[in-house]
């Protein structure tokens, strides 16, 4: 392994065939890498010949089936293995596809895959391979992320689900498209539902309600989109390991319709040996980035966001209720009081506001308080400042104007604009 400790000019390396190079860089670094001659890849998704790609605060790596030369500047780590997985995961790939061949043959639906493990073994990394390697036969699955720390698609906190129907990003995956169509008013934006909290451990009731509407969604799209539903969903998760996760993993299960419950077939798949374990710091300068990325873009794309004075008055704040105590300490034969999916207004204290991520809920104003939660998200806005005394709040959006809803859901993220 070679760590670099200073900036260095470009320069060449040769990949043999079914090799890998894999790299990382820091978020506050940026690294260009062109393939110059052959075939190459990242997760799925095929690299342009002579064109330039930049990197910033990724772990990745460029696979070659037939050899390729590269063309790289300074990596924060950098190294060759030609010891890779890749193969098997090709091969689910093909089996997954044959699914879809048949599918077409019957008139039945295409696969509908639950990628499940620990927390960093590449869960994320494999789903964009799938996704990359459909999309390439024509396919346009179904991509959905239940991983609510990082918000591979959208905003942390979020389950969200996109249709796969364009090249995912090599430099940016697939936050790219879906935070520029946010922060423009798209209609290709993705699906989103607020859980608001980045452990599903934290309210195992409300991630699966968001979760089942998640789901009642993606396979009404199924029904709806013949295209879709031959291609299939792709199912990304977070580390449901422990005796919650399984619960939870039996309910992603049941409510998208897995392999058909109960005709389901477990495949274990290696991890790659370019899976590295990601820190907290990391975790947190990603979900940083990834907050950052909504308002004020990416690499490629430049945004610039609105500040706007918001009366408090205008509209109506949310946050999501706690259990009351848990059954454990409560006297034989009571049951607990909870309130884990019930919104609860905030009419004072709006300081808890303060540096907070608001989700824009996509209800009417004469939505019930006890389906608010089953509405999905129309935007996100940024806090950046409260003055109770005035009633006055002040919002970072990236889009001008007023709100489209009036309905606001705090979770637990908070962020500190740069």
């Given at each position: 392994?070679?760590?670099?400790?200073?900036?260095?000019?470009p320069?060449?390396?040769e990949?043999?065939?079914?090799?890998?190079?894999?790299?990382?860089?820091?978020?506050?670094?940026?690294?260009?890498?062109?393939?110059?001659?052959?075939t190459?890849?990242v997760?799925?998704?095929?690299?342009?010949?002579?064109?330039?790609?930049?990197?910033?605060?990724?772990?990745?790596?460029?696979?070659?089936?037939?050899?390729?030369?590269?063309?790289?500047?300074?990596?924060?780590?950098?190294?060759?293995?030609?010891?890779?997985?890749?193969?098997s995961?090709?091969?689910?790939?093909?089996?997954?596809?044959?699914?879809?061949?048949?599918?077409k043959?019957?008139?039945?639906?295409?696969?509908?895959?639950?990628?499940?493990?620990?927390?960093?073994?590449?869960?994320?990394?494999?789903?964009t391979?799938?996704?990359?390697?459909?999309?390439?036969?024509?396919?346009?699955?179904?991509y959905?992320?239940?991983?609510?720390?990082?918000g591979?698609?959208?905003?942390?906190?979020?389950?969200?689900?996109?249709?796969?129907?364009?090249?995912?990003?090599?430099?940016?995956?697939?936050?790219?498209?879906?935070?520029?169509?946010a922060s423009?008013?798209?209609?290709t934006?993705?699906?989103?539902?607020?859980?608001g909290y980045?452990?599903p451990?934290?309210?195992?009731?409300?991630?699966?309600?968001?979760?089942?509407?998640?789901?009642?969604t993606?396979?009404?799209?199924?029904?709806?989109?013949?295209?879709?539903?031959k291609?299939?969903?792709?199912?990304?998760?977070?580390?449901?390991?422990?005796h919650?996760?399984?619960?939870?993993?039996?309910?992603?299960?049941?409510?998208?319709?897995?392999?058909?419950?109960?005709?389901?077939?477990?495949?274990?798949?290696?991890?790659?040996?370019?899976?590295?374990e990601?820190?907290?710091?990391?975790?947190?300068?990603?979900?940083?980035?990834?907050?950052?990325?909504?308002?004020?873009?990416?690499?490629?794309?430049?945004?610039?966001?609105?500040?706007?004075?918001?009366?408090?008055?205008?509209?109506?704040?949310w946050?999501?209720?706690?259990?009351?105590?848990p059954?454990?300490?409560?006297?034989?034969?009571?049951?607990?009081?909870?309130?884990?999916?019930?919104?609860?207004?905030?009419?004072?204290?709006?300081?808890?506001?303060?540096?907070?991520?608001?989700?824009?809920?996509?209800?009417?104003?004469?939505?019930?308080?006890?389906?608010?939660?089953?509405?999905?998200?129309?935007?996100?806005?940024?806090?950046?400042?409260?003055?109770?005394?005035?009633?006055?709040?002040?919002?970072?959006?990236?889009?001008?104007?007023?709100?489209?809803?009036?309905?606001?859901?705090?979770?637990?993220?908070?962020?500190?604009?740069?």
């Open positions: 392994m070679q760590t670099n400790t200073s900036a260095e000019p320069r060449t390396i990949l043999d065939s079914e090799h890998e190079f894999r790299f990382e860089v820091e978020f506050n670094k940026k690294v260009t890498l062109k393939l110059l001659k052959g190459a890849e997760f799925g998704t095929e690299l342009a010949i002579n064109v330039t790609y930049t990197f910033t605060g990724r772990k990745a790596a460029v696979y070659t089936w037939h050899g390729c030369t590269l063309e790289i500047s300074f990596f924060s780590i950098e190294y060759t293995a030609n010891e890779t997985p890749m193969t995961y090709l091969n689910t790939h093909l089996a997954l596809q044959q699914i879809r061949e048949n599918a043959q019957t008139n039945d639906q295409g696969p509908r895959v639950l990628v499940v493990g620990p927390h960093d073994v590449g869960k994320t990394s494999l789903c391979l799938l996704a990359g390697y459909a999309l390439r036969q024509g396919q346009k699955p179904i959905v992320s239940l991983d609510t720390s990082e591979s698609i959208t905003m942390p906190g979020t389950v969200s689900a996109t249709n796969i129907s364009t090249i995912i990003d090599v430099e940016e995956g697939f936050g790219a498209s879906a935070t520029t169509a423009l008013g798209s209609s934006m993705p699906l989103a539902y607020y859980y980045e452990n451990a934290e309210n195992v009731n409300l991630f699966k309600l968001v979760t089942s509407r998640l789901a009642h993606v396979k009404c799209r199924l029904a709806e989109d013949d295209e879709s539903q291609s299939g969903c792709i199912i990304d998760t977070a580390g449901l390991i422990d919650v996760g399984y619960d939870l993993i039996q309910h992603i299960i049941a409510e998208f319709d897995v392999n058909e419950n109960p005709n389901i077939q477990v495949v274990k798949l290696a991890k790659s040996g370019g899976v590295v990601r820190d907290k710091q990391f975790k947190n300068q990603l979900q940083r980035s990834k907050i950052q990325e909504y308002f004020y873009g990416t690499i490629k794309c430049d945004l610039s966001p609105y500040s706007t004075i918001l009366n408090l008055n205008d509209v109506n704040v946050r999501v209720g706690e259990s009351m105590a059954s454990s300490a409560l006297p034989l034969g009571m049951e607990s009081i909870s309130t884990e999916t019930q919104v609860v207004k905030v009419d004072s204290s709006y300081e808890m506001c303060l540096h907070s991520i608001l989700a824009i809920l996509n209800a009417e104003n004469t939505t019930p308080e006890s389906q608010l939660l089953e509405t999905n998200v129309a935007g996100f806005i940024y806090v950046s400042d409260v003055d109770e005394e005035r009633m006055k709040m002040t919002i970072l959006s990236p889009a001008p104007g007023r709100l489209p809803r009036k309905h606001l859901l705090l979770g637990s993220f908070k962020w500190l604009e740069a």
